[in-house]
């Protein structure tokens, strides 16, 4: 499996952006699914990950309540939803995705096996 990031851009404080990471294979929903984010100079922080089928999520506390992640199987995509973006919210945004696992409440980047490319979101005050 492969996963191609996309939706970053440029917006002001307050605004919302929609990111997507599609994957190749037919396997996705053997898959949990997360993003992380990696600003200048910092190590790459957990986001929100999503559990195969979709029924459950978990979020970094600095996030909920703001960003949504979700799945669509059929598609073999998995979105991030952001809204009232910051600009500590600032990075580049990477999806990630392990199989074959029990657990999927996963907040660590070495859990994860797989990566996309990463797509930047920037946020201006």
């Known amino acids: 499996v492969q996963l191609q990031a996309s939706g970053g851009g440029s917006v002001q404080a307050g605004g919302s952006l929609r990111l997507s990471c599609v994957a190749s294979?037919?396997?996705?929903?053997?898959?949990?699914m997360a993003w992380f984010r990696q600003a200048p100079g910092k190590e790459r922080e957990f986001v929100a990950a999503?559990?195969?089928?979709?029924?459950?999520?978990y979020y970094a506390d600095s996030v909920k309540g703001r960003f949504t992640i979700s799945r669509d199987n059929a598609k073999n995509t998995v979105y991030l939803q952001m809204n009232n973006l910051k600009p500590e919210d600032t990075a580049v945004y990477y999806c990630?995705?392990?199989?074959?696992?029990?657990?999927?409440?996963?907040?660590?980047?070495?859990?994860?096996?797989?990566w996309g490319q990463g797509t930047q979101v920037t946020v201006s005050s």
């Open positions: 990630a995705g392990v199989a074959g696992v029990h657990n999927w409440r996963r907040s660590g980047a070495d859990e994860y096996d797989i």
């Open positions: 294979g037919r396997t996705f929903n053997t898959y949990v």
């Open positions: 999503i559990s195969w089928s979709g029924s459950s999520t």
